[in-house]
C-alpha cells in the first residue's frame, strides 16, 4: 500500500506506470517520493515500493 497525495492506493510499478495509471499521462506534474523530489528523468526507473508516500503537483498555466 502506498499513498498518494494523502490517499492509500494499492500499486507496485514504477513512477511512470503510476502517473498512467491515474490519470496524468503526458501533463507537466512534479513528483515527491518520500519528501524528496524526484527528478523526471528518473520516473522511468523508479520503483514505487510498500510505505512510500507520494506528493504529485500538476502545472496549471493561466494568470
Do not use: H, Q, W
Not at 5 to 12: A, I, P, T, Y
Amino acid at each position: 500500500m502506498i499513498t498518494v497525495n494523502g490517499e492509500k492506493l494499492d500499486f507496485s510499478g514504477t513512477v511512470t506506470e503510476l502517473l498512467v495509471v491515474l490519470g496524468y499521462g503526458e501533463k507537466r506534474v512534479a513528483v515527491e517520493l518520500n519528501e524528496n523530489i524526484l527528478p523526471k528523468a528518473e520516473y522511468e526507473n523508479t520503483s514505487v515500493s510498500d510505505g512510500d508516500k507520494l506528493e504529485i503537483v500538476r502545472f496549471v498555466g493561466g494568470g
